[in-house]
């Protein structure tokens, strides 16, 4: 069946949704059939990525459609298996847009072995994101696992679920990548780190009041989880 003519606003989205899907495929952050995106309308219809679709290959036609309950409301493709997720992050938070949830390999590595990407090391994550808060495990499937990461969505855009994958709230979809690309970026550095010398030293607490004072000046407003104390 044909699909009715989309909006300009869902065209645009839809073309984002493949053309992020593409670069966290290229990345390395969702793999296989994993990991699932989505954007919501102005009129709160959320834009999905399809169930057991491949991210690296998908067309604007591929999306499924549902309402903030989870239901479809199309006869298009199904949504991702994963919805729970997002609904929840978009139930919890009205100013978010877009989520990206992805399985990037060092940051569920730094979960499997207990490391808490919590520490305040890189400057730039101290000033715009403060850490990222893990997620106790959750069966992946279930209403189970979008319930461990309610509480945190609150005061975070970024959240890693233990063993699993990482969780990224944005404006839009690029604000959302965005955010993943630095979570895994800051994974692989504490990860190099751990592998060259066991134990990290994190920065001392002056340096980190000092970091997060330059936000003002920068007019960084966005959720910071060092400020607010997420997940400590
Ligand atoms: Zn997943």
């Known amino acids: 069946m044909p699909h009715a003519p989309w909006t300009e606003e869902e065209t645009r989205i839809r073309q984002a949704l493949c ?76 100013d978010v847009q877009a989520i990206v949830h992805a399985h990037p390999p060092h940051a569920v590595a730094l979960t499997i072995a207990e490391i808490d990407m919590q520490m305040p090391i890189i400057p730039e994550i101290i000033v715009t994101i403060g850490g990222i808060p893990t997620a106790p495990f959750g069966t992946p499937g279930t209403p189970e696992l979008p319930e461990t990461i309610r509480a945190i969505v609150r005061c975070s855009d970024t959240v890693i679920m233990k063993n699993h994958g990482s969780v990224t709230l944005g404006t839009n979809l690029m604000d959302a990548y965005k955010k993943l690309d630095m979570l895994e970026h800051t994974a692989r550095i504490l990860w190099l780190a751990h592998t060259a010398r066991g134990g990290l030293s994190p920065l001392p607490e002056a340096a980190v009041q000092k970091l997060l004072a330059t936000r003002a000046q920068l007019g960084i407003t966005t959720r910071n989880t060092l400020e607010n104390q997420c997940g400590m």
Do not use: W
């Open 19 to 94: 053309r992020i899907g593409a670069l966290c495929y290229q990345r390395g952050t969702i793999v296989g059939a994993d990991g699932n995106l989505s954007a919501k309308l102005s009129d709160g219809t959320i834009v999905i990525t399809p169930t057991g679709a491949m991210k690296g290959f998908l067309e604007p036609e591929h999306m499924a459609k549902v309402d903030m309950q989870g239901r479809p409301i199309d006869q298009g493709p199904r949504a991702s298996s994963e919805v729970g997720i997002h609904l929840v992050c978009y139930q919890e938070r009205p």
